[in-house]
């Protein structure tokens, strides 16, 4: 874990750029130094107003932006992208109508960038070996390779993930200020250390952000991470999918995954045995040299501010593609390409219902009712929640909530761009540190409270109910909209 630090020379915040596929990214990293400098600006000008944003060093990272340098790839990681405020010029803004005020925020949110899986982590070390092993010579962009010694650590979160969950607590202090002032929220994670810890990280954030703030109620008890739910087997858990047998048995991902992978990695895999003399891979590897990617770059320093050397290797179509790819693993993993998908989501989607209802939890799926008939492990009363997850999880309350609805279902054969999946992708929905809040709030003139969902940052027009100017609805309609959920959904498939 250590070696990576040790081993390599500390290089400079995207001033080095190393990227050298083509003239198009080198402009693209001109505009990254730009957008860096442009974002230290930023951070130095807020820095006088608020004591929290003192501008990091190395950073490539900001509170509001998330990760922005290399974005022209760096956004194409599917998710193990980091976290990037997404920006699609909708028609709705994220900011909170000034008629309005907010009443109840959920933020349900994936840990932030972590190593390897340790399973993952023994095949990218056997590849990397195998590759020094078989290859005759390594040239130019790879020679690099030749001497990289893999020492990346497993499923836990990197230094730069946990800065990540760092900034969300600061930024999800700030958005709900209103709120965050002098209510404490009521927090729950998932049963894996990554994800507890990334709780404990945004607690971190929001007490940082809430002693800068002097309007703040500081009397308070800090937040604390209330319950972990267990990710043992047969323990009902809303945060992580595990007791619904049929699904857990299904085929449906990995069948899309190979198709898909059966387009486009074959005429990689053709130009890497040409440049690497005597490898020989499998398209399954073709994809781990194109993981390593992503994962040495947030592995590499605190602020992720150089891109790891194996992202030289490949094209921006490529990372196309590559992303593509993961959207599609997510879409029949967990999505509406999976028949049970959605209904991994259906216990978290009933929960937020109890909560925005402040009603008792109604549901047969995957909830714990001795958990969730407890005020001290489900109370009802709170106005500020916040869940640690994972992307699976997240996906299958995003289906289930029906947010991807307008998606069509996606093509295994053929690249679609994020228009065409009405901003349906893996690095748009659940990168590291993803988070995706429900808020309510009351506006002027209104009597029922109205409810928005965001998805890292981006307003996602509810289905289902008629949408206002805003992008939200009315509570009731977007309960009464939700009838999959309300209903258990196809939950009764799983013993199938
Ligand atoms: C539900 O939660 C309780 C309290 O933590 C626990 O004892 C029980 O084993 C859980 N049951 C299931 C099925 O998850
Ligand atoms: C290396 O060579 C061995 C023996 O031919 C082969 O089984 C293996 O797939 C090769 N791996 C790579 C990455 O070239
Ligand atoms: C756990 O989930 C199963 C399946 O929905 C359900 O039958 C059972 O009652 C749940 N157990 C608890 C403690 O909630
Ligand atoms: C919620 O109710 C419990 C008692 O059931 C009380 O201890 C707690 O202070 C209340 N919390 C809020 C935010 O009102
Ligand atoms: C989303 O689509 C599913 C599957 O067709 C449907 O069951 C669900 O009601 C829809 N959800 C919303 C909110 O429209």
């Known amino acids: 874990m250590k070696g990576l630090y040790e081993d390599r020379p500390i290089r400079v915040a995207g001033l080095s750029c190393r990227l050298s596929i083509s003239k198009r990214v080198t402009i693209v990293s001109v ?4 957008s860096l400098l442009l974002s230290i600006t930023l951070l130095l000008s807020r820095a006088s107003g608020t004591p929290v944003s003192t501008p990091r060093h190395k950073s490539c990272n900001t509170v509001d932006e998330g990760y ?19 920006d699609d010029e909708s028609a709705f803004s994220d900011h909170i109508p000034d008629h309005c005020q907010v009443t109840f925020a959920q933020v349900l949110s994936r840990h932030g960038a972590r190593y390897p899986t340790e399973g993952k982590s023994k095949k990218y070390a056997k590849f990397i070996k195998d590759i020094q092993r078989n290859v005759t010579s390594f040239r130019g962009k790879y020679a690099f390779l030749q001497s990289y010694s893999y020492s990346l650590g497993a499923d836990v979160l990197t230094p730069f993930g946990e800065n990540q969950l760092v900034d969300l607590g600061i930024k999800f202090y700030r958005r709900y200020e209103a709120l965050t002032r002098d209510t404490v929220p009521f927090i729950r994670a998932s049963g894996s250390d990554r994800v507890i810890a990334s709780g404990e990280k945004f607690i971190q954030g929001y007490r940082k952000a809430k002693l800068g703030d002097s309007k703040a109620e500081h009397s308070q008890s800090s937040p604390i991470v209330n319950v972990i739910i267990p990710e043992t087997a047969g323990f009902n858990n809303t945060l992580d999918h595990s007791t619904c047998t ?3 048995k299904s085929e449906v991902e990995d069948q899309a995954e190979d198709q898909f992978m059966d387009t486009f990695t074959p005429a990689i895999l053709k130009r890497l045995e040409k440049d690497l003399p005597g490898a020989k891979l499998s398209k399954k590897e073709v994809v781990y040299l194109m993981d390593m990617c992503p994962f040495d770059t947030v592995a590499l320093t605190r602020g992720g501010s150089q891109v790891s050397p194996f992202c030289d290797l490949f094209t921006r179509h490529e990372w196309v593609q590559y992303d593509y790819l993961q959207s599609v693993k997510k879409y029949y993993g967990y999505g509406a390409g999976n028949p049970l998908g959605a209904a991994q989501g259906i216990g978290f989607a009933n929960e937020l219902i109890a909560r925005l209802t402040q009603s008792p939890v109604k549901d047969h799926t995957s909830t714990n009712s001795t958990l969730d008939s407890n005020p001290a492990t489900f109370p009802l009363n709170a106005t500020l929640y916040a869940d640690f997850t994972h992307d ?8 289930a909530l029906g947010l ?15 228009k065409e999946t009405n901003g349906y992708s893996a690095a748009w929905t659940v990168p590291f540190g993803a988070r995706a809040y429900v808020e309510m709030m009351q506006c002027k003139g209104e009597e029922e409270p109205l409810v928005r969902v965001l998805v890292n940052d981006r307003v996602i027009p509810l289905l289902g109910c008629d949408i206002d100017q805003h992008g939200g609805c009315k509570r009731d ?17 799983c013993s199938a």
């Open 246 to 248: 049929a699904f857990e």
């Open 477 to 493: 309609d977007f309960i009464q909209g939700l009838n999959f959920v309300t209903s258990g959904g196809n939950w009764a498939q």
């Open 392 to 399: 699976n999880t997240m996906i299958s309350v995003f289906f």
């Open 68 to 86: 922005q340098c290399f974005s022209e790839v760096s956004h194409l990681w599917g998710q193990y992208s980091p976290y990037f405020s997404v």
């Open 404 to 418: 991807y609805n307008r998606t069509q279902p996606l093509s295994q054969t053929s690249v679609q761009s994020i």
């Open 31 to 34: 505009m990254a130094v730009l």
